[in-house]
């Protein structure tokens, strides 16, 4: 005889609410660096040339916001009151 689970099943957002921010700050992080990565592999215009400076400055920009958000999450996660251990009471 199977028994039957009263738990109900989980639901996708159920599942990304738990995952504690650090994580989410080191995705962003990842995220920002492959992004950069990406558009290093797109064709650039000539060196020196207006187009390119407005290309470079794009992508710093783009990875930052992302590094930075990411900081951010990390920062958050220390400062709520870090890892929750099972036995501490609040």
Request: hydrophobic letters at 50%.
């Amino acid at each position: 005889m199977a028994k039957k689970l009263s738990k109900k099943p989980e639901t996708p957002a159920e599942r990304l609410k738990q995952i504690p921010l650090w994580q989410w700050g080191m995705f962003l992080i990842m995220a920002g660096v492959a992004a950069n990565l990406v558009m290093g592999l797109m064709p650039a215009p000539p060196a020196g040339s207006d187009e390119a400076r407005g290309q470079a400055f794009g992508r710093i920009a783009a990875t930052l916001l992302f590094v930075i958000a990411g900081v951010v999450l990390i920062i958050l996660f220390f400062v709520r009151g870090g890892p929750k251990k099972p036995g501490r009471l609040r």
